[in-house]
Antibody, heavy 121, light 108 residues
């Protein structure tokens, strides 16, 4: 059974870069059938899709965040990562990694448990 | 962006009730709609995809319908385990994928 697990610092200072990793187990990140996503959730804005990455490194980012987002994938360790630069308090959220299949079946069928990241000095 | 609007924001119901949640898209998304259930402190869980297809393992009291811009999630005979928040999400356009703001189903 596929499992995703987020890891990273729970506290980041304003203007710095948020870095998170998602470890995938029970399945291979190198599958050509799936994309690997980051989604965040705040009380104010709800669920917001950040972007995704394919096993070959191809990415799609939310236009609202694209200037600050970088995603990478490491097939040798079966994990993918998120970097969000120049963070502010508005980036405080629970961050989830997730998976979706190739379209037209591109709904999120597996999620990590989520990690709370607080932006504060 | 495709805007997803859910109603109501909060719904009070009793065990055994039938409840219906509506989700409207700002433009046609065909049937590229998913529904998720989320409990406090947990990740969203996929219930329905392709507007009306039940995800494996999800009880049959959950059902989805609709196409185009208007969709509904129904729960027949509400169980205590169903008190949670529910979200719709469109996946017609990945630029970007968008979610509704959520509906909280609470105990009456």
């Amino acid at each position: 059974q596929l499992q995703l697990q987020e890891s990273g610092p729970g506290l980041v200072k304003p203007s710095e870069t948020l870095s998170l990793t998602c470890i995938v187990s029970g399945g291979t990140i190198s599958s050509k059938n799936y994309y690997w996503d980051w989604i965040r959730q705040t009380p104010g804005k709800g669920l917001e899709w950040i972007g995704n990455i394919y096993y070959n490194g191809g990415t799609h980012y939310n236009p609202s965040l694209t200037s600050r987002v970088t995603m990478s994938v490491d097939t040798s360790t079966n994990q993918f990562s998120l970097r969000l630069s120049s963070v502010t308090a508005a980036d405080t959220a629970v961050y989830y990694c997730a998976r979706h299949a190739s379209c037209p079946n591109c709904y999120f069928d597996s999620w990590g448990q989520g990690i709370l990241v607080t932006v504060s000095s | 962006d495709i805007q997803m609007t859910q109603s109501p924001s909060t719904l009070s119901a009793s065990v055994g009730d039938r409840v219906t949640i509506t989700c409207r898209a700002s433009e046609s998304i065909s049937d590229y709609l998913a529904w998720f259930q989320q409990k406090p402190g947990r990740a969203p869980k996929l219930l329905i995809y392709k507007a009306s297809s039940l995800q494996s393992g999800v009880p049959s009291r959950f059902s989805g319908s609709g196409s185009g811009t208007e969709f509904t999630l129904s729960i027949t005979s509400l169980q205590s385990d169903d008190f949670a928040s529910y979200y719709c999400q469109q996946y017609k356009s990945y630029s970007p994928y968008t979610f509704g703001q959520g509906t909280k189903v609470e105990i009456k």
